[in-house]
């Protein structure tokens, strides 16, 4: 059973054999830490895993203890679950430190700091926290109201509480993303008639303005890392198949740059450059192989030779070597004799 982190192209497993699917890979900024999500569907539990890259220490479960939980189903949140800590989202490297939402003792889900208990706990279900990339703020959305609000906790200020950024009493404002000058906010307005996009262009006077007004679903922003551009998921063209688009931050024509692709929990993963972005392509008779794509030229998109089959969710960083690492949740490698439960595996990209 390998726990360490491989440096070298050769794609490796990084997760230990565990009765569940490991699912959400997530670097921290700087690469130094990689968390992960294992889902044991027979006992409805959500458990969370840390682990350093490079040790071969095994990975640290995290999250408080936790009995018998229901989600209360304010913004979209599985009901009857079990257990659960996830939605992990990690400090700038300079802060070392992480969030996660999870079920706690109040039968609900509050956010809570490694090492320090809840942050701001509240009746109605807390998740989708996002640290702002100044380390300064959390955003996160809420059923505290009674639906999914979008909410701003500034951080290292004694007794500070939640801000609401938004309060459409018809949508719920869920997965919220950072633009990389932390004074800009992407999210989804959830409503009966279907998801779209909106931007807050400044988070200190919150005044969401409309980004896309497709019908269907628009969902999961991500911000490139200049900040001038957001990706996203729509399902604009056929209505079971979602695409890949990207469009600039300040508004315009979203340009598509991928067709049939899984989605990704945090939304499109760019590459370090912000030249392109990986994902996972919906094709079934070819196992879900990883792609990248370049935006100077979508047509000329390539496959990712990770050897891996049964892929869903993606993450790259550029690590302090250097390089661009991967990583990714598959069913196994091309060739296993047993391919059973979902890993976690990590290569190095050329």
């Given at each position: 059973?390998?726990?360490?982190?491989?440096f070298?192209?050769?794609?490796?497993?990084?997760?230990?054999?565990q009765?569940?699917?490991?699912?959400?890979?997530?670097?921290?900024?700087?690469?130094?830490?990689?968390?992960?999500e294992?889902?044991?569907?027979?006992?409805?539990?959500?458990?969370?895993?840390v682990?350093?890259?490079?040790?071969?220490?095994?990975?640290?479960?995290?999250?408080?203890?936790?009995?018998s939980?229901?989600?209360?189903?304010?913004?979209?949140?599985?009901?009857?679950?079990?257990?659960?800590?996830?939605?992990?989202?990690?400090?700038?490297?300079a802060?070392?430190?992480?969030?996660?939402?999870?079920?706690?003792?109040?039968?609900?889900?509050?956010?809570?700091?490694?090492?320090?208990?809840?942050?701001?706990?509240?009746?109605?279900?807390?998740?989708?926290?996002?640290?702002?990339?100044?380390?300064?703020?959390?955003?996160?959305?809420?059923?505290?109201?009674?639906?999914?609000?979008?909410?701003?906790?500034?951080?290292?200020v004694?007794?500070?509480?939640?801000?609401?950024l938004?309060g459409?009493a018809?949508?719920?404002?869920?997965?919220?993303?950072?633009a990389?000058?932390?004074?800009?906010?992407?999210?989804?307005?959830?409503?009966?008639?279907?998801?779209?996009?909106?931007?807050?262009?400044?988070?200190?006077?919150?005044?969401?303005?409309?980004?896309t007004?497709w019908?269907g679903?628009q969902?999961?922003?991500?911000?490139?890392?200049?900040?001038?551009?957001?990706?996203?998921?729509?399902?604009?063209?056929?209505?079971?198949?979602?695409?890949?688009?990207?469009?600039?931050a300040?508004?315009?024509?979203?340009?598509?740059?991928?067709?049939g692709?899984v989605?990704?929990?945090?939304?499109?993963?760019?590459?370090?450059?912000?030249?392109?972005?990986?994902?996972?392509?919906?094709?079934?008779?070819?196992?879900?192989?990883?792609?990248?794509?370049?935006l100077?030229?979508?047509?000329?998109?390539?496959?990712?030779?990770?050897?891996?089959?049964?892929?869903?969710?993606?993450?790259?960083?550029?690590?302090?070597?250097?390089?661009?690492?991967?990583?990714?949740?598959?069913?196994?490698?091309?060739?296993?004799?047993?391919r059973?439960?979902?890993?976690?595996?990590?290569?190095?990209?050329?």
């Amino acid at each position: 059973m390998l726990l360490a982190f491989a440096f070298a192209s050769a794609i490796e497993p990084v997760s230990p054999d565990q009765p569940g699917h490991c699912q959400s890979p997530r670097w921290s900024p700087d690469g130094r830490w990689l968390s992960w999500e294992v889902n044991y569907l027979e006992r409805q539990a959500v458990e969370l895993f840390v682990a350093v890259a490079g040790s071969s220490a095994p990975p640290r479960k995290v999250g408080p203890a936790a009995g018998s939980s229901t989600v209360t189903a304010g913004f979209g949140g599985a009901g009857g679950a079990r257990g659960v800590a996830h939605e992990l989202t990690f400090s700038p490297a300079a802060i070392n430190r992480f969030v996660y939402a999870a079920s706690g003792a109040a039968e609900d889900y509050d956010l809570y700091l490694d090492g320090a208990g809840a942050l701001a706990a509240a009746p109605g279900a807390d998740g989708n926290p996002a640290w702002s990339p100044d380390g300064k703020s959390l955003l996160f959305t809420s059923a505290r109201t009674g639906q999914g609000d979008l909410y701003l906790l500034p951080l290292g200020v004694a007794g500070a509480q939640p801000l609401r950024l938004s309060g459409d009493a018809t949508a719920a404002e869920v997965y919220g993303a950072w633009a990389p000058d932390s004074k800009r906010v992407a999210f989804v307005g959830h409503t009966k008639k279907g998801d779209n996009l909106y931007v807050i262009d400044d988070v200190t006077f919150p005044a969401p303005r409309p980004f896309t007004s497709w019908p269907g679903v628009q969902t999961r922003p991500s911000w490139s890392p200049d900040g001038t551009r957001i990706a996203f998921y729509a399902n604009r063209e056929v209505e079971d198949r979602f695409d890949l688009y990207v469009v600039a931050a300040a508004g315009g024509e979203p340009q598509r740059v991928a067709t049939g692709v899984v989605l990704n929990p945090r939304g499109p993963s760019w590459l370090p450059d912000g030249g392109g972005l990986v994902y996972v392509r919906a094709d079934d008779p070819s196992f879900n192989p990883v792609w990248r794509v370049s935006l100077a030229d979508p047509g000329r998109a390539r496959q990712v030779p990770t050897g891996t089959v049964g892929n869903t969710d993606v993450d790259v960083v550029r690590r302090a070597d250097g390089k661009t690492w991967l990583a990714v949740a598959a069913q196994g490698r091309v060739g296993d004799a047993v391919r059973d439960f979902r890993r976690i595996y990590t290569m190095a990209l050329e």
